[in-house]
């Protein structure tokens, strides 16, 4: 190139260099609506960085944050995390396949939400930290996963869905999950959703920060999510039931929406009628939601979706709430909907806005949190007064002193060092739909100043709700006392469904009709004075919430009923209540349990179980004291236990075709003596499960006492005998079983007997 040629590049460049900061000046400073424009560009610029107010909780914007995470990032390359590790094993031709999907999905060409079996492959992933001495080697199948395309930037750094292959096998308690950076989640903001929102009963998943590795080549810090399936409900102390999320390619706003439920074909085949009540109540609800004696209650558990919304509401976690993000539970012990939560997505915008704001105004303008006005007012209608008294109890109570300092722990223990984790790496902010220019920083503060500000708009608004409430009566069910006189000594209880509320009675007697059905609520009260109070019959008997008091009280001959979309598995169910029993003898009761207690806290004086068709009692959650607790003929358990806090002083058997105490998933149980003659297995510690028995003494029992793994997804147990009378003529070895890991102490003294899990699995359940 000749220097006249040259020349001449160098004048055109520089000409365009002068046109564009002569127009650069006129845009900024020239004209009466310069100062507007410049506010705009400048505005603009800072929210595409991350700079300002609104992003403080998630983008280091000022020089000190800067400081620190240089600071974090420098040490943490000094520092050992001792977080485990994935290698994902996956040969050229799969890996190839791999990135195909992923570009397919990058220019949107794949477009199906549903997961075909075209779009897995399979692999192998090893599990594994020398330091922990742990490596676990599985067969998986991958796919690509996510709705943005900051899920499939490049093959190095896409997520992942993860399905492992093979019965009974688990990383971290799941079989299936999503592995992804954590930038798609905005980092630990969502790790701390979930705790919270676990401690506080509600469902939700399992984020666990890991170092991830393809065919041993280190890729960096991803995390793994927990997927949608019965190993996520039964690990928080809920009976299995229907997951349901949105077909997204289909729409995302109610009630244009199209329901999906995970693990369909199970519930297709293992139990149609929910599965089938469920998607009923589910187009009754899009169907009516508009109706004006539409009731929110009879839909969903309002309790449990006035915490979710409260905790969503202060750690500004909106996207969470919308139709898309919250996946559905239907429990089949209620038959109503509960949150679990997904995507809560802590991001920018709309600071002083909460669900308070939309309770005074429907149409108010606040951006994402408001795009689903239609769902958000199923619930923030003030005519759900029930539930909007509720959201605001929980509002009260999360944005005091004692809940953010619960808060502040939950990230002291299980946040702060993840957070020091994601530093070792530089990571960029969360920018939604892209990468931000600055890097992240977790500070906590803002949603100490959200809760403050929460706090100080609640009584406005209750004093508003109480002036716009009107005092009505609640509509009753047709069917209450007018037909059921309570006033006789014999009070016949006729075929069909039944609703008493808040019953006092003494010494008489209740007399079930075939297939009838009486359900208790509020507080009711059952007691034999001058003789036995007595309910008979092939009927079925039901405590929601509330409590039940019986008191010198007979129960014979009820028979458990199968009501659709529900699985209440006992001649007497007990629902979310306060039980106390005193002088309770059940007999001659047909179901799959003579008594089942869910979710409920129990105080047993004495209760006595003849003739179970089944199990005697089965505990499902919630807490349980008692007294003494006897056993006769069962033909099943006597007590079976799970996911519940027993003490108890003496629990005696007889003639018990299977278990005098069946403890497991995840219980906490201390008997002081267990006494058992004729039974086929004494006591049992299962699936993450601490018992303590002080004095066990059993003739005549086949197999005295064990400690095994049933599901997977559970940790191992512990079972410790203070004092055991040992049956004459036979060894420890005969009459204890126990799987590797798992754990018996009589004595003091560890038994070390084991066997493989399998094996204790067939000798206690199939022979």
């Not at 992804?180 to 905005?186: A, D, E, G, M």
């Not at 006092?504 to 003789?531: H, P, R, T, V, W």
Request: proline content about 2%; some cysteine.
């Amino acid at each position: 190139m000749n220097k006249k040629a040259l020349y001449l590049i160098v004048i055109f460049f520089s000409l365009i260099g002068l046109f564009f900061c002569i127009s650069l000046y006129v845009l900024l400073f020239f004209g009466e609506t310069s100062n507007e424009r410049r506010k705009i560009i400048i505005n603009s610029a800072n929210s595409m960085i991350g700079i300002g107010e609104k992003f403080d909780g998630f983008i280091a914007n000022t020089p000190s944050k800067l400081s620190k995470t240089l600071y974090y990032y420098v040490k943490g390359k000094f520092t050992n995390f001792n977080y485990d590790s994935i290698n994902i094993e996956i040969n050229l031709e799969n890996l190839k396949k791999l990135e195909k999907l992923r570009k397919e999905k990058y220019d949107n060409k794949n477009v199906n939400q549903i997961a075909t079996p075209q779009q897995f492959i399979n692999a192998r992933a090893t599990l594994f930290n020398k330091e922990k001495n742990l490596n676990k080697k599985f067969k998986i199948k991958i796919r690509p996963k996510g709705d943005r395309k900051i899920h499939f930037l490049n093959l190095d750094s896409m997520s992942y869905k993860l399905d492992i292959r093979g019965e009974n096998k688990f990383i971290y308690g799941m079989e299936e999950m999503s592995i992804q950076k954590p930038i798609t989640r905005n980092f630990a903001w969502e790790i701390l959703y979930h705790e919270l929102l676990k401690s506080k009963g509600l469902i939700a998943l399992d984020i666990i920060p890991i170092k991830l590795f393809r065919n041993s080549e280190y890729l960096g810090i991803f995390v793994i999510e927990e997927g949608f399936n019965k190993e996520l409900i039964e690990k928080q102390f809920r009976k299995n039931g229907p997951i349901i999320g949105i077909d997204e390619s289909f729409s995302h706003n109610f009630p244009f929406l199209k329901y999906e439920f995970y693990s369909e074909n199970y519930w297709l085949t293992k139990n149609r009628d929910i599965y089938f009540k469920s998607e009923e109540n589910l187009q009754k609800l899009k169907a009516e939601y508009l109706n004006e004696n539409f009731e929110l209650e009879s839909y969903f558990n309002i309790d449990d979706w006035a915490k979710f919304f409260a905790i969503s509401d202060i750690l500004k976690m909106f996207h969470g709430t919308v139709p898309k993000s919250v996946k559905l539970y239907y429990n089949p012990s209620s038959g109503l909907f509960e949150p679990i939560a997904f995507d809560g997505h802590h991001l920018s915008g709309y600071e002083n806005f909460s669900f308070i704001d939309y309770i005074y105004d429907s149409k108010i303008n606040c951006g994402y949190a408001c795009e689903h006005k239609n769902w958000l007012s199923l619930f923030f209608d003030k005519k759900n007064k029930n539930f909007i008294n509720k959201y605001l109890y929980y509002l009260k109570e999360y944005t005091s002193k004692e809940s953010l300092k619960d808060i502040n722990n939950i990230y002291e223990q299980k946040i702060k060092d993840i957070n020091f984790f994601f530093y070792s790496e530089y990571q960029s902010s969360d920018r939604a739909f892209f990468k931000g220019f600055l890097p992240y920083y977790f500070n906590l503060d803002v949603t100490f100043k959200r809760a403050k500000e929460i706090k100080s708009k609640i009584p406005k608004l209750e004093t508003y709700l109480k002036n716009f409430y009107l005092d009505s009566q609640e509509k009753k069910n047709k069917k209450i006392s007018k037909i059921i006189d309570l006033n006789t000594n014999v009070i016949k209880i006729p075929s069909g469904i039944w609703i008493l509320e808040n019953i006092s009675l003494q010494d008489k007697k209740i007399i079930f009709e075939e297939n009838a059905l009486l359900i208790l609520k509020g507080d009711n009260y059952f007691k034999g004075e001058q003789k036995k109070f007595l309910f008979s019959g092939k009927g079925m008997l039901v405590q929601e919430n509330g409590s039940l008091n019986l008191d010198n009280v007979i129960l014979s001959n009820l028979k458990n009923q199968k009501i659709r979309g529900l699985n209440w598995t006992g001649a007497i169910n007990v629902l979310n209540a306060n039980l106390n029993l005193k002088k309770v003898h059940i007999k001659d009761n047909f179901g799959e349990d003579a008594i089942n207690i869910v979710n409920s806290n129990s105080k047993i004086s004495d209760l006595k179980i003849t003739s179970a068709d089944s199990d005697a009692i089965d505990i499902d959650f919630g807490n349980m004291k008692f007294d003494k607790i006897t056993c006769k003929k069962s033909g099943n358990d006597c007590l079976d236990v799970s996911g519940a806090i027993i003490h108890g002083k003496k629990l005696i058997g007889e003639d018990i075709k299977d278990k005098l105490g069946s403890f497991g998933e995840d219980s906490n149980v201390i008997i002081d003596k267990v006494i058992g003659s004729n039974i086929e297995v004494g006591v049992v510690s299962k699936d993450s499960t601490e018992v303590k028995i002080n004095n066990l003494s059993l003739i005549n029992t086949n197999i005295h006492a064990a400690s095994y793994n049933k599901k997977f997804f559970f940790d191992d147990s512990i079972l410790v005998i203070e004092d055991y009378e040992q049956e004459s003529g036979y060894s420890l070895e005969e009459k204890f079983l126990i799987s590797k890991k798992n754990v018996i102490f009589i004595k003091n003294k560890k038994l070390n007997m084991y066997k493989k899990n399998q094996e204790v699995l067939d000798s206690i359940y199939f022979n």
